[in-house]
Every structure is written in C-alpha cells, then in structure tokens.
C-alpha cells in the first residue's frame, strides 16, 4: 500500500476518505478552532496542492476534523437553470464539484437540479448552491467548481443521504434499495439484535414443527380410522344414485313424427304441446267418414220431402246408403210404406257415420302429445328427415322434478334387507361434496320394475338378488343430479356412525382438492 502508517502519538495522522486525487490535504498546521470555521464556511473545505502532480486513483488521507462531510464520487450531473447540463466530479451532503467551462463568481447563489443515476432510474434533487471557488485543471481549459448547499428541502436531504451511504458501503444505488428501511451501512448493534432474533426463531421453529407434524398424524389416524369403521360396519349397497319417477311418452299410433326443438335437459309445462304424429290413413278416414254422413243426411232430407205430396203414390229412393267406387247410387220407385222402412235404414245408416267420425276426430287428436306434468326431458325421440314411428314406440321419456319426487334408490344385497327398516337414517355422498346429506329409508321392494323411476341404467336393474330402497334427503336434491351416482350408507348407530360420516367427507374432500390441486399443475 502507498499509505504509510505513522505512531499512535503523531495528532497530524491520516485519516481515509473517498475522492478523487485533485482534492488534496488541508492544511494541518492551522489550529483545529479555525479549520473548523473553515469547515463550515467552505463545505468542502481548502485545497492544497501536493508535492506530487502526478494523479492518484488511492485513497486520500485527511483527517476527520479536516471536513464536514465525507465526498464520495458518485455518478451524477447538475443542471442548470437555463437548461445546460453539467457533469459531476464529486458530491457530499453539504456541497458537490462540477467540471464547466466558464468559472462561478465566489457566493454566487445559483439554483440547480442533482440528476443522481440509481441504476436504470435518473433521480433529480432540486437545491439552492453557493458557489466557493474554481480550479482549473490540469489537463485542458475546463474548470473545476466547488459548491455549498445552501438549502434543501428535508425530503431531498434524506435521499442524498442514503445515496451517499450506499456509495461508502461500496455499490452502486438502485431504487429497489432506497425502498429498504434500513441503510446500506447498518450499524452492528442492529445486527447483533436481528441475529439474535434469528435464533430466537431458529429454536422456536423446531417446536412449531413437531406440533404440526403430531397434528397431522393425529388427523390422519382419526380419517384412516373412519374409513375402516364406515366400510366394515355400516350397510353398504351395491348400487346407488338419485333418481326421480318416469313417464315414458308412447306413440298412439302409426305415422311420421313432426318436427320439435326438443332435447335432453330442456323443462316441459303441463299441457305444453310435446310433438305430433301425422297418420295419412287416418286422415283420409275421417274425410270419407265425414262425407258418408253427409250423403247419408241429404238423402233422408230430400226423401222427407217427398212425403208432404198427397198425390204421389210412389216415392224415389235410393238403393243404397253409401256411394259404391265413387258412382252415384241408383233409385227407384217405392211405395210411402217401404219408403218409410228405408227411412229408418238411411237414419241407422247416419247414427253410424256419425259415430265413425266422432272417433276418428278422437284418434286424431291423440296424435298431438302434450306433457302431462311440468317435467324435465329426460330423453326425446329425433324428429329429423321425418322420422316414421310404429304405434307404442317410445318417443320421449319425462321426470317428474318436484321436491318430493327427487330421491335416492339404492340396490340392497337381499342377505343385508333385514336390517334396514323404513325410516331408518342413511348418509349419502355425493361426489365432489365436502358434507354428508342425511336421508330417510321410505319403501323397500323387491320389485324394482314396480315402480319406474328415470337415473338407474338398464344393466343395474337386471342384477339378482337385490332389493331396492327408497331414501328421502332432507335437504332437497336438485333435478340436474338426476342420474347422479353416489355413495350410500345405511345407519344403526346414529351417535356413532354421525362423526365418523363427517369425518370421512371431510377427508374425502381435502383429498380431492389436493388431487385437483396438482392436476392443475401438471396440466
């Protein structure tokens, strides 16, 4: 090192400082009374040129009493009033040096902007400087001028201070540090309090640790002790889901479907028009029907008129009721007394048509389907390309979706129909559910065709040796969960049987969201 280290008795030792080289020692042999006036008059104190011209980049040696404040040199330029910017040689929180061209009247009070760099971020501190003196340099016709802060507002101060500091510990300033609470340089008592702190924590962490890992073992017992209990002594059937009663729309007849717009899932008032069926033979009947009846009245009316002439002794009438391949019936002459024979033939012969039409009317209006319920489509029949249909083929099926109607069918083993009586409590699952739903055994039957019910699949109904239940939620289950599989299980001891059922749905659901968790993750 250049620096040479003098005895402990020596007052004039060196102390370091940063700054540049062209900021020399003052002078040493003034009493420290005045250096001190000095001080404070001439913020960055005299300058006195060194034996060496040569420039150093080390460390200058001063004492402290020698200055106010410590200069460092920092990257920073100071703009002026009329816009023109200066480049910064060194900067202290009581004044700053800047390399210009022309030289500063001695006290000339000047107002200017500090553009301090903090890392990509340019910070401007407005001040009011006086100027001390110019130095020309050494090299080249710019000058070197040194300023006093004179004012500063509080706020400004602070900052400059802080990037003063951040420049003494040795880095660069950044905005992100000047967010911090504390300086770059932190003072070793603070440290000593934050480490002793960190054991503090450091001992308590271990405790803490223990604790939640006692914990979690203990809830891992209690659920993995609620599994078993639930699935080796409550009744568990082999089959179950919410299910609702079905009304199987049949086609009354032969025909073509007419076009709808409906689908699965769509909701049905009562009496709403559901589809049509269009039956040409049908209709084709009724007309022929209604037109027999007609003939049928023209003639008993035009033979009716025939009896009111006294001096007719035969009367015309036709030889049959109805026209025969679509040819006019033939007459013939009859006395009054046949004539009122076939009278009564023709009236027999209208009661007749009559009747046909009434029923083809009826047969008619059957082919138009209106939904006896405000129900749900559970399935429809597709209507497109004119669709041809026999008469009974189902073309939609409906559920029935009032509170009452919506429950849970369970399919029960028969060695296990024993011990399940009506009103007996069951806990139903349903999936994705974080609480049990508590129901109540209605009706047990061992035929489960005896009663309809849309939710079930073909392939489950058809298994032997199975009885089903009928439970009632006491919450009400929607429609939309109609078909819904979940899980059931039948209680005997509700004390018991109560907890280990929350327990097992609280487990049950933590798992699924943990599983959700890194299914999210890994997707």
Request: aromatic share 6%.
């Amino acid at each position: 090192m250049a620096d040479k280290h003098r005895p402990r008795d020596n007052q004039d030792r060196n102390e370091p400082t940063l700054g540049n080289s062209d900021h020399q020692k003052g002078t040493r042999s003034e009493p420290r009374q005045q250096k001190a006036r000095e001080t404070v008059r001439d913020n960055d104190s005299q300058a006195r040129p060194q034996a060496n011209d040569q420039p150093t980049q080390q460390l200058n040696h001063e004492r402290r009493d020698e200055r106010q404040f410590v200069r460092v040199s920092a990257p920073f330029q100071v703009q002026l009033e009329d816009g023109h910017t200066l480049p910064g040689e060194d900067i202290s929180l009581g004044g700053f040096s800047v390399h210009s061209d022309h030289s500063f009247e001695p006290d000339q009070v000047v107002k200017v902007s500090l553009l301090l760099m903090a890392g990509s971020a340019e910070l401007i501190v407005p001040v009011v400087a006086k100027a001390l003196r110019n130095h020309k340099e050494r090299s080249g016709n710019s000058r070197i001028s040194a300023f006093e802060i004179v004012q500063i507002d509080q706020r400004h101060r602070e900052l400059l201070r802080r990037i003063v500091r951040a420049h003494l510990s040795g880095r660069y300033t950044a905005v992100e540090d000047l967010i911090e609470q504390e300086d770059p340089q932190t003072p070793r008592k603070r440290r000593s309090v934050a480490a002793s702190t960190a054991t503090q924590e450091k001992e308590k962490k271990p405790l803490r640790r223990y604790a939640a890992l006692i914990a979690a073992a203990v809830v891992l017992f209690i659920v993995l002790a609620a599994t078993v209990y639930r699935n080796f002594m409550l009744i568990e059937p082999s089959f179950a889901a919410v299910t609702a009663p079905r009304i199987d729309i049949l086609a009354p007849g032969a025909g073509q479907l007419s076009e709808h717009s409906l689908s699965a899932g769509d909701r049905v008032k009562r009496d709403e028009l559901l589809a049509k069926v269009s039956n040409s033979s049908l209709e084709t009947d009724l007309i022929l029907a209604r037109a027999a009846y007609n003939y049928n009245a023209q003639l008993i009316e035009n033979m009716r008129e025939s009896f009111g002439d006294p001096n007719v002794d035969e009367v015309s009438m036709a030889r049959s009721t109805t026209p025969v391949d679509g040819r006019p019936p033939s007459f013939e002459n009859v006395s009054p007394e046949i004539a009122k024979i076939r009278i009564q033939q023709f009236e027999t012969a209208k009661g007749y048509e009559n009747a046909r039409v009434d029923a083809l009317d009826a047969r008619l209006a059957a082919n138009s389907i209106y939904s006896p319920c405000d129900c749900v489509v559970a399935w429809a029949l597709s209507s497109a390309g004119g669709t041809y249909i026999n008469e009974s083929d189902r073309i939609m099926t409906l559920i029935r979706t009032d509170d009452d109607d919506v429950m849970v069918e369970a399919l029960v083993h028969m060695s296990d129909i024993a011990d399940i009586q009506p009103h007996q409590r069951a806990y139903v699952a349903l999936p994705n559910a974080s609480e049990p739903i508590v129901a109540r055994v209605r009706s047990v039957a061992l035929d489960v065709e005896r009663q309809p019910r849309a939710g079930f699949p073909e392939w489950v109904r058809q298994q032997q040796n199975v009885a089903s239940v009928l439970l009632v939620p006491e919450e009400p289950l929607s429609a939309e969960a109609v078909g819904l599989p979940v899980d059931v299980r039948f209680s005997e001891t509700p004390l018991v049987d109560g907890p280990v059922e929350w327990v097992w749905q609280g487990g049950r659901a933590v798992i699924q969201q943990v599983q959700n968790f890194f299914g999210a993750i890994a997707s």
